[in-house]
């Protein structure tokens, strides 16, 4: 198996100090960036990040959040928005300086909120989304469970597990937790950003998952047609289910690009996502034989640029009406073959 480059680095991020890890992609494939869950970090992730790098080729790129993991500790009580400055603040900062266009983004719990509120506010900006277990709105089972979670905190061994993956475990348990169980937290809602998004999305759910329920998916697939649904009997860390599911998923996105017509309809969205004209749809129609667009039922881009079409079965009137046309041409070229050849000036 080849050996995936990878290089850490603590780039400042919205002044913060943080931990990033980065996998190189293979040639000109995408990158797919990781977002942890609440409690999360590069350490947390395991060796998930390089398998799905293994998996599909494409880069992977994953950092702890400010206040998390190797980071910059977190000096202040986090504010109720602290997902959205995530989202509109920190990652584009962090995608730009790592010169990354259009990722996939691949989140975890908070993570996947933080994708979703990315890909709302710039849906052309993002390849495609894998969510695991993504919350858009507060539920009182997940409240429930992040409640018994202080109790176990402060009379466990909890404290001691978490260090192994945070230098300031403290801070960032209680960074979390304290900002969930704020009472001013219990109308965050972020399913006003949804409708926007166009991109391919992969959600993954565990039926039995203590924080969230799939009322949380269903919220998604309402607002997203491009919704796909991965239900697990349980759900924890990184399985290999998720690692199927996420290779799946980003080796289909590093070879196809956009869906540029779908049942007879242009994608006007991934047209614009793509920076593609009418135009130029057009004319790659015809490129192929295709008379005009609506005679298109389906259209991918290619990873190379191309367009591959599917064109609609032809209706049995129009079979019959160009069958009818070749018959009267036919007819024309058999005339014109018997007509006496005339002498110049007759």
Request: with cysteine.
């Amino acid at each position: 198996m080849a050996v995936i480059p990878r290089r850490f680095n603590f780039p400042t991020v919205n002044g913060k100090r943080l931990e990033t890890l980065l996998h190189e992609p293979v040639g000109a494939n995408a990158t797919v960036v990781m977002l942890h869950e609440g409690l999360g970090s590069i350490a947390m992730w395991k060796d998930f990040p390089e398998r799905v790098a293994e998996a599909t080729g494409c880069g992977v790129l994953v950092y702890s959040r400010y206040g998390h993991g190797k980071s910059e500790r977190l000096a202040e009580k986090r504010s109720v928005d602290f997902m959205h400055h995530e989202a509109k603040v920190v990652l584009p900062e962090l995608l730009r300086q790592f010169e990354i266009e259009r990722p996939i983004l691949l989140g975890h719990s908070d993570g996947a909120s933080i994708a979703l509120i990315y890909a709302g506010t710039w849906p052309i900006q993002v390849r495609a989304l894998i969510l695991e277990a993504p919350h858009v709105f507060v539920e009182d089972l997940g409240i429930r469970s992040i409640s018994a979670i202080r109790k176990l905190y402060e009379a466990s061994d909890l404290p001691k597990n978490l260090a192994r993956y945070h230098d300031h475990a403290d801070e960032t348990f209680r960074g979390w937790n304290d900002i969930w169980l704020d009472p001013q937290f219990s109308d965050w809602n972020i399913e006003e950003y949804l409708a926007a998004i166009s991109c391919p999305t992969l959600v993954i759910q565990g039926e039995d998952d203590e924080y969230g329920t799939l009322a949380q998916v269903e919220a998604i697939q309402r607002r997203v047609p491009a919704t796909q649904l991965l239900s697990l009997l349980s759900f924890g860390s990184p399985s290999e289910a998720q690692v199927q599911g996420a290779a799946v998923m980003g080796m289909s996105l590093a070879k196809h690009g956009a869906i540029t017509f779908k049942d007879g309809k242009v994608q006007q969205r991934n047209l614009d996502r793509e920076l593609i004209t009418l135009a130029e749809l057009t004319a790659a129609a015809h490129k192929q034989g295709l008379r005009n667009l609506e005679d298109v039922d389906r259209g991918v881009l290619e990873t190379g640029g191309s367009i591959t079409f599917i064109p609609k079965d032809p209706s049995p009137t129009q079979t019959h009406y160009e069958d009818l046309v070749k018959r009267l041409d036919a007819i024309n070229r058999q005339l014109r073959a018997l007509q006496p050849a005339r002498s110049d000036g007759q």
